[in-house]
């Protein structure tokens, strides 16, 4: 069975600070892990996905997240955050082994970013 | 492009009311998603459509009633909602639902507010 468990429903940084969101992911197949975006009012956007071709995935607007087996993480990172970061977001894993691509959704994390 | 469109942007309707709620693609995907959201909470699955054939039902009332006409258009139908129905309703697409083991990204669109009253 897959699921995922974002710690820290509510994250605050300074602008300019470093952002670290963190999603631990449960999986008996090597997994498919997404981490989306949700601005107020609209649909998920895709910020990056891991597919097990690197560890390291750089996505957009300037977040990467690390997958570390040992750990069964994905932390989402950003080096300095702007006022626009600030939104929910989603780590996702997928039901890839072979009974279809459901994907399993953390809580969220709404992030605040302080002026 | 990865657009997924949904029409209308918001709905308004009374609970004998019956309404649809339209969700497009054009990236040639086969596999299509209704998701329900509520404030601050994840997606919540519905039905997944792989080549317009109903795949997953995930045991939602029959007052929600999926059409999939073609590979590129996926409809909702909405009669006799209940007020705990209003929420955030997001559709999305994938280039294939059964893979063999891969994992294709999902494409959300920007969802149909929809308020029961």
């Known amino acids: 069975a897959q699921s995922v468990t974002q710690l820290g429903s509510h994250v605050s940084v300074s602008e300019g600070a470093l952002v670290l969101l963190r999603c631990n992911y449960s999986s008996s197949v090597p997994p498919y892990l997404f981490w989306y975006v949700q601005y107020p009012n609209q649909g998920l956007q895709l910020l990056l996905k891991y597919t097990s071709a690197a560890t390291l995935v750089k996505g957009i607007n300037g977040f990467e997240a690390e997958f570390k087996k040992s750990e069964t993480s994905f932390h989402l990172t950003k080096p300095s955050a702007h006022m626009s970061d600030a939104a929910e977001y989603f780590c996702a894993v997928s039901d890839s082994g072979g009974t279809g691509n459901q994907f399993y959704f953390g809580t969220g994390t709404s992030l605040t970013v302080i002026p | 492009d990865t657009e997924v469109t949904q029409t209308p942007k918001h709905l308004v309707m009374g609970m004998t009311n019956k309404k649809s709620l339209k969700c497009e693609q054009h990236?040639?995907?086969?596999?299509m998603y209704w998701y329900k959201q509520k404030a601050k909470k994840p997606p919540e699955l519905m039905f997944v459509y792989s080549y317009e054939k109903l795949s997953i039902n995930e045991s939602v009332p029959s007052r929600f009633s999926p059409e999939c006409p073609n590979s590129s258009l996926l409809n909702l139908h909405l009669h006799a909602l209940q007020p705990e129905d209003s929420a955030l309703y997001l559709c999305?697409?994938?280039?294939?639902?059964?893979?063999?083991?891969?994992?294709?990204?999902?494409?959300f669109g920007p969802g149909t507010r929809l308020t029961v009253l």
């Open positions: 990236m040639g995907h086969r596999a």
């Open positions: 999305a697409s994938s280039l294939t639902y059964l893979s063999g083991g891969i994992a294709d990204t999902q494409y």
